[in-house]
């Protein structure tokens, strides 16, 4: 997906990017980044038709990998079949720090669509 690799392309030229839930009504979940939120929001991701998710209010991106991957192969096939999400769903990765250890972690959410925008 072009979406993935531009929303990865724009995080990562920035030194760090931090992240939160801004709202998530049982279909929609918008989650917004930037620098400093308090402030201001740099990037709005927004996944559609969310079946399962699996990720904190808050988090810090991973400085050694992208953000945001699609989970296919093996492993996309064991997460839908553990948490019942139907074949048409997208697993969407997204790596985040883990300040408790050297390793970086994922998030999951799966959702049938994903859309981003930029506020400059």
């Keep these: 997906m ?4 531009e929303i990865n392309e724009f995080i990562s030229k920035e030194l760090w990017f931090d992240f939160e839930v801004k709202s998530f009504d ?3 979940l ?3 980044g930037g620098i400093d939120l308090y402030y201001n929001w740099l990037i709005e991701l927004k996944f559609t038709d969310v079946s399962f998710l699996s ?3 808050d ?9 945001l991957e699609i989970i296919t192969g093996e492993k996309e ?3 839908k079949k553990l948490q019942f999400i139907d ?3 997208i697993i969407f990765g997204l790596n985040h720090e883990d300040l408790n250890s050297e390793n970086s972690n994922q998030y999951i959410i799966a959702a049938t669509e994903i859309e981003y925008l930029i506020n400059r």
């Design 87 to 89: 074949r048409d769903y």
């Design 55 to 57: 990720l904190k209010n």
């Design 2 to 5: 072009d979406k993935i690799k």
């Design 26 to 28: 049982g279909y929609t």
């Design 59 to 67: 988090w810090k991106r991973s400085d050694k990998l992208d953000l």
């Design 30 to 32: 918008i989650i917004i």
């Design 77 to 79: 096939k064991v997460i």
